[in-house]
């Protein structure tokens, strides 16, 4: 039975029998990995809280025939604990969890991108100098970029053509010019479809200059294009405050 390192962001954890978790993670070298956490429900468990949601760990892990079982777990930073203590810091944190799981599907193939978008977004939720939402849409608009979805916002999603266009269509991937316009199409406002462009950039200066009808009208917008492109509704995003 092989051992490994690998650092990681926890993502889930589920019961298992009388004292195990497993526990999904999104790690830095492996992509998605699911492992045991033996007797980590126990109150004497050596590895304490360093296994919970949002941790990022430093971990050893020893290969199992189905999974794999954790052998030692460093915090590397408890981010758990602050954005914990916040609602909507936690609630933003949960739907960047579930995304990140649900976007990377094959467990143990390397996906890098994603993982350092997480950590990110974590670091950042956890640092407290951003707005919580605003921290949420651009994870979302870039780790959908990273699997292949990147949404357009200047030019047509259809034709190409330059923009400014007027309607978004989260099934076409973005914005429309009028020759390309479908049926059932919104017509953001300008400045709503500026701040999609900075979200997705990482733009702070725009991002954070822009009016609160913007923020919540981009909201709606980021919500809609991940949806359509996760199939179902994310559990979680219902209970964000939009
Ligand atoms: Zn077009």
Redesign the pocket.
């Known amino acids: 039975m092989g051992l490994y390192r690998d650092e990681a962001i926890v993502l889930r954890t589920q019961k298992l029998g009388e004292a195990d978790r497993i526990i999904t993670l999104l790690t830095r070298g492996n992509g998605r990995v699911r492992a045991v956490a033996k007797g980590v429900r126990r109150t004497t468990s050596r590895f304490g809280s360093r296994l919970e949601p949002f941790t990022y760990v430093d971990l050893q892990l020893a290969e199992g025939r189905s999974l794999d079982v954790v052998t030692q777990a460093e915090t590397l930073a408890p981010y758990a604990s602050n954005v914990g203590s916040d609602y909507e810091k936690y609630t933003a944190g949960t739907v960047m969890l579930e995304t990140a799981e649900r976007l990377v599907v094959e467990e143990k193939e390397p996906a890098l991108q994603q993982f350092l978008l997480l950590v990110g977004a974590l670091r950042t939720l956890s640092a407290d100098d951003r707005n919580p939402s605003q921290v949420l849409d651009s994870f979302l608009l870039r780790s959908l970029a990273v699997a292949g979805y990147a949404p357009t916002f200047d030019s ?1 999603a ?2 190409g ?1 330059e923009g400014p266009h007027r309607c978004f269509n989260p099934a076409a991937g973005g914005m ?2 009028g ?2 316009r479908l049926p059932g199409s919104a017509s953001p406002a300008p400045e709503t479809v500026e701040l999609l462009a900075a979200l997705l950039a990482g733009d702070w200066a725009v991002a954070e200059a822009s009016a609160p009808r913007h923020r919540k009208e981009a909201n709606g917008f980021v919500s809609a294009y991940l949806s359509w492109h996760l199939e179902r509704k994310l559990k979680s995003l219902s209970h964000v405050e939009r």
Request: charge should be positive; glycine fraction near 12%; include cysteine.
């Open positions: 047509c259809r034709c053509r429309l010019c020759g390309c």
